[in-house]
Nanobody, 125 residues
Framework: VQLQASGGGSVQPGSSLKLSCAAS????????IGWFRQAPGKEREGVSC????????YYRDAVKGRFTISKDKAKNTVYLQMNGLRLEDTAVYYC???????????????????WGQGTQVTVSS
């Protein structure tokens, strides 16, 4: 199993970044793929998740309307398009494989059974 996250960087407030999570070694359809983030001194939190089989999605309130999660099954890749980045979006972003069924209300790290490596997103003026 491998989850390779990429696309992070240092940007100014209001900018955009697109994170990619390339998955291999397992059947993507059987899982939910999530993006989580952890800022210094804070707990890891679920940002957005997508159930690959039925496209159900979850977004935490702080990113609704700014972030969009999507998938390309042919490439076994899940994306997180982040627009209108804010200072408070600064964190290490992790993609993860989860067994959680997504009904829109949460995306919990407790259901994650495999973590990819993180990619740093820094928003600063």
């Amino acid at each position: 199993v491998q989850l390779q996250a990429s696309g992070g960087g240092s940007v100014q407030p209001g900018s955009s970044l697109k994170l990619s999570c390339a998955a291999s070694g397992f059947t993507l359809d059987l899982y939910t793929i999530g993006w989580f983030r952890q800022a210094p001194g804070k707990e890891r939190e679920g940002v957005s998740c997508i159930s690959i089989s039925d496209d159900r999605t979850y977004y935490r309130d702080a990113v609704k309307g700014r972030f969009t999660i999507s998938k390309d099954k042919a490439k076994n890749t899940v994306y997180l398009q982040m627009n209108g980045l804010r200072l408070e979006d600064t964190a290490v972003y992790y993609c993860a494989r989860s067994t959680q069924r997504i009904y829109g209300s949460s995306c919990e790290s407790a259901y994650v059974n495999y973590w990819g490596q993180g990619t740093q997103v820094t928003v600063s003026s």
